[in-house]
């Protein structure tokens, strides 16, 4: 297996000590209404306002396009903040800078970088990528939304389905079949928000990242101009896919943000339960759940630092991102899972985030490739 990355230790960098210690102040300031975005299922625009002002919408911009140009490591690192505060609010993030901006950025012409990066990087545009239908979720390459050349412009018809921040967004990247090949006739396009023909459908009712929208968007008839193709007709599976690798680093980090939240509730409720000595005296089975979900976390944080570090270095890190999700993902689940049952009638009561983290850690194992998926890619990856 590739791993080009170098350890030398197990440090972040000064800098990115400092980058997330000035995130987590952010969290504590901006993110403290996570329990009411999810109780009204109410975008969380304030604190979205307030990351994009500290350009935390902009870590995968390089910096002639006015982004910070922080990479992937330290997008996971800001991820893992923001998410062990507030899951919708993490996930708009990571969407908008790992499925959006890093896509534009690679893959776009300069002149299209001209057009739009000016409003992606301050957040007066939020961006949603628009892969998934109804009859193509985990198979993505089934999809049947259509682009039919005419001229100058392309004619796209189709319905995108299970759209993170749909109803927010301002442009979106639609991938869409321009030929019958089932890879190869798959293109990528920029659609705006206001452009004839563009419409947000439904929106899901879902059991947790409540203050996520996540909606159908739904194309008839759009004219999208020729130039707002993203590289060349045919290779918008490669690219959906390439993008994907980084944006299931952001969902990695998403998880070990949910696990962490978890975890920190277990230390307090543990906490309390002292001898007359002051020494921990919590159940044993409790301390070993308590001392095994730790560990994990500590592990697969490493995991995906590891392939952020690999994207960084422009090595595809396809295998190392599927491990850091399934792995992190999982975890997240059985960390919120173990904290509701540690911490009793209190675990679902609402009087601490347990049961919303049991909630938001659910579509972890589900979004941006199920678990199964990332097995599938890690087992190919290693076979290959
Ligand atoms: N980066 C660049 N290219 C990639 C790639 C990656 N990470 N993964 C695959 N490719 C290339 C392959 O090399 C192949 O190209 P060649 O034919 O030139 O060799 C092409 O893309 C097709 O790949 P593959 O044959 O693996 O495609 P499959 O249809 O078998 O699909 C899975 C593979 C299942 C892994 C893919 O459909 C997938 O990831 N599904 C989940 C989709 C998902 O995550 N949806 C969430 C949307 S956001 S909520």
Redesign the pocket.
């Known amino acids: 297996m590739t791993s080009a990355v170098q350890v030398s230790d197990f440090q972040l960098s000064p800098e990115l000590v400092e980058f997330q210690q000035k995130v987590r102040a952010y969290t504590q300031e901006h993110l403290k209404d996570a329990a009411r975005y999810d109780a009204e299922a109410r975008f969380p625009r304030e604190a979205v306002a307030a990351a994009a002002k500290l350009g935390l919408l902009c870590t995968t911009v390089a910096e002639e396009h006015g982004g910070s140009a922080m990479g992937n490591l330290a997008s996971c690192v800001m991820l893992e903040e923001i998410n062990s505060a507030c899951a919708a609010t993490g996930v708009t993030i990571s969407v908008h800078n790992s499925l959006v901006n890093s896509l534009l950025g690679k893959w776009c012409n300069e002149e299209q970088k001209k057009r739009w990066f000016p409003k992606m990087v301050t957040g007066e545009w939020l961006g949603a990528?628009c892969?998934?239908e109804a009859f193509s979720?985990?198979?993505?390459?089934a999809l049947r939304c259509e682009a039919k050349k005419n001229g100058d412009h392309y004619v796209m018809n189709g319905a995108k389905l299970?759209i993170?921040t749909g109803s927010e967004a301002d442009l979106f990247v639609i991938f869409a079949r321009t030929g019958e090949d089932?890879?190869n006739g798959i293109s990528a396009f920029v659609v705006e928000k206001t452009w004839d023909g563009v419409s947000v459908g439904k929106k899901e009712r879902k059991l947790g990242l409540r203050g996520s929208p996540t909606t159908e968007i739904v194309c008839e008839n759009v004219k999208v101009p020729a130039d707002c193709l993203i590289g060349e007709e045919g290779i918008g599976?490669?690219i959906a896919?390439?993008t994907?690798?980084g944006?299931r680093l952001g969902i990695a980090s998403q998880s070990l943000g949910i696990a962490r939240a978890a975890i920190d509730l277990m230390r307090d409720h543990l906490g309390k339960q002292v001898d007359h000595k002051g020494r921990p005296n919590a159940s044993q089975p409790d301390q070993w759940d308590f001392a095994d979900l730790a560990s994990d976390l500590d592990a697969y944080r490493f995991l995906t630092w590891r392939a952020a570090v690999l994207r960084d270095q422009g090595v595809?890190c396809?295998t190392e991102a599927a491990m850091a999700k399934s792995c992190a993902s999982r975890l997240a689940n059985r960390a919120a899972r173990r904290a509701v049952s540690m911490l009793g009638l209190a675990g679902v009561d609402g009087s601490n985030p347990a049961e919303r983290l049991l909630r938001d850690a659910r579509i972890t194992e589900i979004?941006?490739?199920a678990t199964d998926?990332q097995r599938?890619?890690i087992a190919?990856g290693l076979l290959a």
């Open positions: 990528y892969l998934s979720g985990s198979d993505a390459a299970w993170t089932r890879v599976f490669k896919l390439d994907l690798d944006g595809r396809s979004y941006e490739g998926i599938l890619v190919r």
